[in-house]
């Protein structure tokens, strides 16, 4: 089955109540029995919900996989990967990855006795000099937020293998429409929902996706045990956001190239992160393991003060400023101040995330009014 016809049909069966076809939305917390642990299938919905089960069969449908399950929020998500980890464990992450996954890492875990290294992977390979024997998990985001550097995920599986180390990815900003990890290597992968699974900014919610049956099995457990589901109402508008899933991402890479290519070429502005562009870090990578190169775009400015940055955040009318990405319309994020805030200074400007810095969640509107906008707001 291909991509297109998988978002609408993967996974997914009529009802058997009623054979409507898209999942009811089951509202309820329990279920009758008819004798104790005698049930058809659902007892109690923190553990199983049947419009909750819909969109985990639809998630590892999508990514390849075979067990899905579906998250309160991506950090929900993230969490229960981490709670695989015990004490005196390390973990090997990108240096550039989403603040609020730095966050849960340095601010909570590593308070649990567990150690993290934050390494630059573009030269993948690099990685296995901070291999040791107390390695359990290797995180990786690619595209990387906000800098959206490329890491070679064949690589870095052949790594993982190699030493035993469960291997995880951040599929957030290329969706499975643009490239599926596990096809790649990976044993985890983690969607933030909220983002282009949903696709119209109305729901938080988070997702993993494996292929092994005893890993699915102690997440599983880890979802159940501590909790941090969602609910039937979001399960159903994440279902509905998957069966929009490929048009919607013809259209964000569509207009993310065009927006990419106005903006290396605007006179205020100084870079442009893209991985579409030829010079773009492992550009090669990302052409071999991705099908396009998304609606996510990130720019500094000639004049790299704060000052000017927040100016034209504000003269953008278009543009939504506003935290998240991924849905219809377009936003902008100032990731110093916003996404990223909870990163040091210091750490933040090493990896390029400085004042000046913007990034772009490039929706599916008209892209020349998206370019007029950007033309308006950067005339300063």
């Given at each position: ?169 951040d599929n957030t900003f290329a969706t499975p429409y643009l490239q599926t990890p ?199």
């Amino acid at each position: 089955m291909k991509f297109n016809t998988k978002a609408i049909h993967g996974g997914q069966k009529p009802d058997k109540a009623f054979s409507s076809v898209m999942p009811p939305i089951y509202q309820t917390s329990t279920y009758a029995q008819a004798q104790p642990g005698k049930h058809k299938g659902y007892a109690y919905s923190r553990t199983h919900n049947p419009t909750r089960h819909a969109l985990e069969s639809a998630f590892a449908s999508l990514e390849n996989g075979k067990f899905g399950l579906a998250f309160g929020s991506g950090l929900a998500a993230i969490d229960a990967v981490l709670k695989l980890l015990k004490p005196y464990d390390e973990v090997i992450s990108t240096s550039d990855l989403y603040g609020g996954t730095y966050r849960l890492f340095t601010n909570i875990y590593k308070d649990f006795g567990i150690k993290f290294h934050f390494v630059n992977m573009e030269e993948a390979m690099s990685i296995e000099n901070y291999v040791t024997s107390k390695t359990k998990l290797i995180w990786i985001e690619t595209p990387t937020n906000p800098m959206m550097n490329i890491i070679d995920i064949e690589v870095i599986a052949d790594i993982a293998k190699k030493h035993s180390i469960l291997f995880a990815i951040d599929n957030t900003f290329a969706t499975p429409y643009l490239q599926t990890p596990l096809d790649l290597g990976a044993d985890i992968v983690m969607h933030s929902a909220t983002k282009y699974l949903g696709g119209h900014s109305d729901v938080i919610m988070g997702a993993l996706v494996v292929n092994d049956e005893e890993l699915a099995k102690q997440l599983y457990f880890i979802q159940n045990a501590s909790g941090a589901i969602c609910g039937p109402q979001d399960a159903f508008l994440v279902l509905r956001g998957i069966k929009t899933l490929a048009v919607r991402m013809q259209r964000h890479c569509e207009n993310g190239a065009a927006i990419a290519k106005y903006l290396a070429s605007h006179s205020n502005v100084k870079d442009v992160y893209w991985p579409g562009f030829d010079n773009h870090p492992n550009h090669t990578v990302a052409k071999s393991q991705m099908k396009d190169y998304g609606g996510m775009v990130s720019f500094t400015l000639i004049s790299e003060t704060y000052e000017t940055a927040i100016k034209v955040l504000e003269n953008l009318r278009v543009f939504t400023l506003a935290e998240s990405l991924g849905g219809v319309e377009s936003l902008v994020g100032h990731p110093a101040s916003m996404t990223h805030g909870s990163i040091p200074k210091k750490d933040r400007e090493s990896l390029g995330i400085v004042d000046s810095l913007i990034r772009l969640s490039v929706g599916i509107e008209d892209k020349e009014d998206l370019i007029e906008d950007l033309e308006q707001a950067l005339d300063f």
